[in-house]
């Protein structure tokens, strides 16, 4: 389902059961259906409120990523890969003019992360050497969290500075679906560290 909170924190967005997209009311406790069908997956909230991004997969079509503007209820722009690659889980800046998300090629095993400027539509794609999962910038614009999963890594939290474009380890001992505090000083994440389900942590960025 992978619930998210609005950045007011009055809704939920999530994929139902049978996929499509829902909102939450968390004053009505209403559900309510946005997008219907099983090609709306893996929704997320610009810091702005303004737009939604979700990662669209049309059954025997490759993935791709869409923005939903909340206002105008309606797509407004789609973000498609080369050929036959593939387009994942996905986060916007905090202004709004990048988007950053997982990129799968046609004959790759791993998934990349790969950042897109939205005025130029130049993209970067990061040649990491482990697969990305669950791309999150931060409030601030400086960092973008994600999972890493790969041979000698297992599974943990890296991040990218947008600034410099250095990537650095953030968990050791397991991490998965990275959430930014408000204040970008750390974040909290999902892990299995200690045996048993999944705990929730959290963790200060380094001074």
């Given at each position: 389902?992978?619930?998210?909170?609005?950045?007011?924190?009055?809704?939920?967005?999530?994929?139902?059961?049978?996929?499509?997209?829902?909102?939450?009311?968390?004053?009505?406790?209403?559900?309510?259906?946005?997008i219907a069908g099983p090609?709306?997956?893996?929704?997320?909230?610009?810091?702005?409120?303004?737009?939604?991004?979700?990662?669209?997969?049309?059954?025997?079509?490759?993935?791709?990523?869409?923005?939903?503007?909340?206002?105008?209820?309606?797509?407004?722009?789609?973000?498609?890969?080369?050929?036959?690659?593939?387009?994942?889980?996905?986060?916007?800046?905090?202004?709004?003019?990048?988007?950053?998300?997982?990129?799968?090629?046609?004959?790759?095993?791993?998934?990349?992360?790969?950042?897109?400027?939205?005025?130029?539509?130049?993209?970067?794609?990061?040649?990491?050497?482990?697969?990305?999962?669950?791309?999150?910038?931060?409030?601030?614009?400086?960092?973008?969290?994600?999972?890493?999963?790969?041979?000698?890594?297992?599974?943990?939290?890296?991040?990218?500075?947008?600034?410099?474009?250095?990537?650095?380890?953030?968990?050791?001992?397991?991490?998965?679906?990275?959430?930014?505090?408000?204040?970008?000083?750390?974040?909290?994440?999902?892990?299995?560290?200690?045996g048993g389900d999944p705990?929730?942590?959290?963790?200060?960025?380094?001074?």
């Amino acid at each position: 389902m992978s619930p998210k909170f609005s950045p007011d924190g009055k809704r939920l967005i999530f994929t139902g059961p049978e996929s499509g997209l829902w909102f939450y009311d968390l004053q009505s406790g209403k559900p309510e259906l946005l997008i219907a069908g099983p090609r709306a997956v893996v929704a997320n909230w610009s810091y702005s409120g303004k737009f939604l991004t979700y990662t669209a997969a049309p059954e025997g079509h490759t993935s791709y990523v869409v923005i939903y503007d909340l206002a105008r209820e309606k797509n407004v722009r789609e973000i498609r890969a080369d050929g036959k690659a593939r387009i994942g889980e996905s986060s916007l800046s905090p202004d709004d003019k990048f988007i950053a998300y997982t990129y799968q090629g046609v004959n790759e095993h791993k998934k990349s992360l790969a950042i897109q400027s939205l005025v130029t539509d130049e993209r970067k794609i990061l040649d990491l050497p482990y697969s990305v999962h669950t791309p999150e910038y931060s409030p601030n614009g400086k960092y973008i969290a994600y999972r890493a999963v790969g041979k000698g890594v297992g599974s943990e939290i890296f991040l990218f500075n947008t600034v410099t474009g250095e990537t650095k380890q953030l968990t050791r001992g397991d991490g998965a679906l990275p959430a930014w505090r408000r204040d970008s000083s750390g974040i909290v994440f999902t892990s299995d560290r200690d045996g048993g389900d999944p705990q929730i942590y959290s963790i200060e960025l380094p001074k």
